[in-house]
């Protein structure tokens, strides 16, 4: 099996937690809806492909079998097979449909070796795959568009959900590139992610698979293809002209072949018209991008998508720069029907009752403690990296450490590398007397790394956003930090609002007298600070000093309506808050404590929209 697979095939993972893990943290409950959502976009945009009832039908990558339940009830087929790489997912997809009284005889499933599909030619209607190739290694995608026309029917048609390119940018925020790249190079067991161009598509299906009818639409997240085994090249008469039909007889004409005078006058062309010919193409797309993005890409309730919410509405916004600020985009949690929500969920989600109170406080509080959910052995780890930090004489490429007092003053950044040419005693007593910090350390510490990546982490964030919850940054506190009051939705842009949340992990036992950091629960639930009209816009990153300080007060005004609490816990004990929740950092009564933690700041997939946001920023 290819590495690329091992992330589906785990067999002793309870049913429950893959159901979580593969569909990205989506609410189970909106899966049925999503998976009907699927279908109906292919059968949007590929109308002529829908197959007619009676047919045999073949879903590539059918992991639990929620879009094979709805397609059951969409297309009214004579057999349905789901064809997967995992045979421990194929069993939990019976497992979850007799779970969810699904029994249909027609429903088949069928294991796939990854490189031939186990049916004879010409035997299949329809095939269909969303949401399960963007996780496969292109080679093994290009080959399987063979074997999809192989078995598809004379009269048959397959239609296909990638991601595309358009979507490399806002992944790599939550995911970052050399992170992506690095953990396929290295086979990790996690999901890959790769990314299609409309370009592409046509190119290989074309000339690579030889398919017929083909037709490609480039939304601003996915992509959609389809194809048949038999008719004319392509579907839609614009395509050729658009992007592909020049290139091949371009390429025919070069290779002395059979041609047509058309071909050959576009091959004569100067090459300033080849030039003109590509700009009126991209703008052509770029118009066909706008009509798919608009027909296809319709508003999804924050409940319904877990990965393109964020990234939709924001793409949306480019003409009007004004951000929704509807209150049903909130999460469940910030929602009235909150007590309603969490009772369905319970039952849904097969929350247990620890679940079920930690989710009541946090709609209550908007904050959770877990104790010792890091291991000390990892937290200790953790401390003899960052002292190593200190003491090692080579220098980490990239590294910074931050808020330094050097001989000769306070710098916000030195560089690791300046850092080791001091001698090592003169090295110690800076770290003593300053308040360092250090950003994104997960970057360079194994131990950070593991943190970053903790499993009890991501499991509560998920649980609790009822969607997938990424880490995003990091940052490693020294000692108390005497921050000012603050609500972190506004220090950060995030859309929809407030699908973020902050995870304080303590690396040692916390004081009163080092300054601890200070918080108000139940300030979660009262509203964004009415200035901020156009968050993810306006916040207190963008605003101008005036209202920098307007904000300012108004938290510290606001924080008088509620308790303070000091966060007084213990080594490897961790706090998860609401990002309206104020807090900041108490005075530091000895000045030499030290105060070790380590901040993650986790979001649900898909909403960190800082890269949308216009400057000028205040950090
Ligand atoms: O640890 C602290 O004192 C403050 C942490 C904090 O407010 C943050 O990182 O958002």
Redesign the pocket.
């Given at each position: 099996m290819h590495a690329a697979f091992k992330a589906w095939d785990r067999a002793s993972e309870p049913l429950e937690t893959t159901e979580l893990r593969i569909h990205d943290g989506a609410p189970l409950e909106g899966l049925p809806k999503r998976a009907h959502w699927y279908l109906n976009t292919l059968r949007h945009l590929f109308p002529w492909s829908t197959p007619k009832p009676g047919a045999v039908v073949l879903d590539i990558g059918s992991g639990l079998g929620y879009v094979m339940e709805a397609a059951l009830e969409q297309y009214e087929p004579r057999r349905l097979i789901g064809l997967d790489v995992a045979s421990s997912m194929i069993e939990k997809a019976k497992a979850r449909l007799q779970r969810d009284s699904v029994t249909d005889p027609r429903l088949e499933f069928l294991i796939y070796d990854g490189i031939t599909i186990p049916l004879p030619d010409d035997s299949v209607d329809y095939v269909y795959s969303v949401a399960a190739l963007q996780h496969v290694p292109k080679v093994y995608v290009y080959n399987l568009f063979l074997e999809i026309k192989r078995i598809l029917s004379p009269t048959g048609f397959c239609a296909i959900h990638l991601l595309s390119c358009n979507n490399i940018r806002e992944h790599s925020r939550s995911v970052p590139f050399a992170q992506e790249i690095g953990s396929q190079l290295r086979g990790e067991d996690t999901h890959w992610h790769h990314f299609y161009a409309f370009d592409e598509l046509l190119c290989v299906l074309a000339d690579g698979v030889e398919a017929k009818q083909i037709d490609v639409v480039d939304g601003e997240v996915s992509i959609w293809a389809s194809y048949a085994k038999t008719g004319p090249a392509f579907h839609r008469p614009d395509l050729p002209m658009e992007a592909h039909l020049a290139r091949i007889q371009k390429r025919q004409i070069a290779a002395g072949s059979a041609r047509s005078p058309q071909a050959g006058r576009l091959a004569r062309l100067p090459f300033a018209t080849w030039q003109r010919l590509s700009v009126g193409r991209v703008m052509r797309a770029a118009k066909r991008m706008v009509r798919a993005a608009a027909s296809t890409v319709r508003p999804v309730p924050a409940a319904e998508s877990g990965a393109t919410t964020g990234t939709s509405h924001a793409a949306r916004l480019a003409g009007s720069d004004l951000w929704p600020q509807d209150p049903a985009l909130l999460p469940w949690y910030d929602q009235d029907n909150w007590a309603d929500a969490l009772a369905g969920m319970r039952g849904k989600r097969k929350l247990d009752d620890s679940d079920v109170v930690m989710l009541r406080k946090w709609c209550e509080d908007g904050y959770v403690v877990v104790p010792g959910l890091v291991g000390t052995e990892l937290i200790d780890a953790f401390v003899r990296e960052i002292d190593d930090v200190w003491e090692r004489s080579n220098p980490i490429a990239g590294l910074a450490v931050s808020d330094v007092i050097l001989d000769e003053g306070y710098r916000v950044h030195v560089p690791h590398g300046d850092l080791v040419q001091l001698d090592p005693e003169h090295r110690r007593r800076i770290k003593e007397v300053s308040n360092w910090r250090i950003g994104e350390y997960h970057l360079y510490s194994q131990a950070a790394r593991r943190i970053f990546d903790h499993p009890g982490i991501s499991r509560i964030a998920s649980t609790i956003f009822a969607r997938r919850g990424e880490p995003r940054y990091s940052?490693m506190?020294s000692k108390?930090?005497e921050?000012g009051l603050?609500q972190?939705t506004c220090v950060f842009h995030i859309f929809p609002r407030n699908f973020m949340m902050?995870v304080?992990i303590a690396c040692e036992d916390i004081t009163h007298e080092s300054g601890p950091?200070e918080y108000y629960p139940g300030s979660n639930r009262t509203p964004l600070f009415a200035e901020f009209s156009n968050y993810p816009q306006t916040n207190r990153r963008t605003s101008d000093p005036e209202q920098s300080k307007r904000y300012d007060e108004h938290v510290v005004n606001l924080a008088k309506s509620f308790q303070k609490h000091e966060l007084l816990i213990k080594k490897g004990d961790v706090m998860f808050w609401h990002p309206m929740l104020i807090?900041?950092?108490c005075p530091r009564l000895d000045r030499l404590a030290t105060r070790k933690?380590y901040?993650l700041?986790v979001i649900a997939e898909g909403c960190d929209v800082g890269g949308r946001v216009k400057g000028p920023f205040n950090w």
């Amino acid at each position: 099996m290819h590495a690329a697979f091992k992330a589906w095939d785990r067999a002793s993972e309870p049913l429950e937690t893959t159901e979580l893990r593969i569909h990205d943290g989506a609410p189970l409950e909106g899966l049925p809806k999503r998976a009907h959502w699927y279908l109906n976009t292919l059968r949007h945009l590929f109308p002529w492909s829908t197959p007619k009832p009676g047919a045999v039908v073949l879903d590539i990558g059918s992991g639990l079998g929620y879009v094979m339940e709805a397609a059951l009830e969409q297309y009214e087929p004579r057999r349905l097979i789901g064809l997967d790489v995992a045979s421990s997912m194929i069993e939990k997809a019976k497992a979850r449909l007799q779970r969810d009284s699904v029994t249909d005889p027609r429903l088949e499933f069928l294991i796939y070796d990854g490189i031939t599909i186990p049916l004879p030619d010409d035997s299949v209607d329809y095939v269909y795959s969303v949401a399960a190739l963007q996780h496969v290694p292109k080679v093994y995608v290009y080959n399987l568009f063979l074997e999809i026309k192989r078995i598809l029917s004379p009269t048959g048609f397959c239609a296909i959900h990638l991601l595309s390119c358009n979507n490399i940018r806002e992944h790599s925020r939550s995911v970052p590139f050399a992170q992506e790249i690095g953990s396929q190079l290295r086979g990790e067991d996690t999901h890959w992610h790769h990314f299609y161009a409309f370009d592409e598509l046509l190119c290989v299906l074309a000339d690579g698979v030889e398919a017929k009818q083909i037709d490609v639409v480039d939304g601003e997240v996915s992509i959609w293809a389809s194809y048949a085994k038999t008719g004319p090249a392509f579907h839609r008469p614009d395509l050729p002209m658009e992007a592909h039909l020049a290139r091949i007889q371009k390429r025919q004409i070069a290779a002395g072949s059979a041609r047509s005078p058309q071909a050959g006058r576009l091959a004569r062309l100067p090459f300033a018209t080849w030039q003109r010919l590509s700009v009126g193409r991209v703008m052509r797309a770029a118009k066909r991008m706008v009509r798919a993005a608009a027909s296809t890409v319709r508003p999804v309730p924050a409940a319904e998508s877990g990965a393109t919410t964020g990234t939709s509405h924001a793409a949306r916004l480019a003409g009007s720069d004004l951000w929704p600020q509807d209150p049903a985009l909130l999460p469940w949690y910030d929602q009235d029907n909150w007590a309603d929500a969490l009772a369905g969920m319970r039952g849904k989600r097969k929350l247990d009752d620890s679940d079920v109170v930690m989710l009541r406080k946090w709609c209550e509080d908007g904050y959770v403690v877990v104790p010792g959910l890091v291991g000390t052995e990892l937290i200790d780890a953790f401390v003899r990296e960052i002292d190593d930090v200190w003491e090692r004489s080579n220098p980490i490429a990239g590294l910074a450490v931050s808020d330094v007092i050097l001989d000769e003053g306070y710098r916000v950044h030195v560089p690791h590398g300046d850092l080791v040419q001091l001698d090592p005693e003169h090295r110690r007593r800076i770290k003593e007397v300053s308040n360092w910090r250090i950003g994104e350390y997960h970057l360079y510490s194994q131990a950070a790394r593991r943190i970053f990546d903790h499993p009890g982490i991501s499991r509560i964030a998920s649980t609790i956003f009822a969607r997938r919850g990424e880490p995003r940054y990091s940052l490693m506190f020294s000692k108390g930090t005497e921050q000012g009051l603050h609500q972190d939705t506004c220090v950060f842009h995030i859309f929809p609002r407030n699908f973020m949340m902050g995870v304080w992990i303590a690396c040692e036992d916390i004081t009163h007298e080092s300054g601890p950091l200070e918080y108000y629960p139940g300030s979660n639930r009262t509203p964004l600070f009415a200035e901020f009209s156009n968050y993810p816009q306006t916040n207190r990153r963008t605003s101008d000093p005036e209202q920098s300080k307007r904000y300012d007060e108004h938290v510290v005004n606001l924080a008088k309506s509620f308790q303070k609490h000091e966060l007084l816990i213990k080594k490897g004990d961790v706090m998860f808050w609401h990002p309206m929740l104020i807090h900041g950092g108490c005075p530091r009564l000895d000045r030499l404590a030290t105060r070790k933690s380590y901040v993650l700041h986790v979001i649900a997939e898909g909403c960190d929209v800082g890269g949308r946001v216009k400057g000028p920023f205040n950090w």
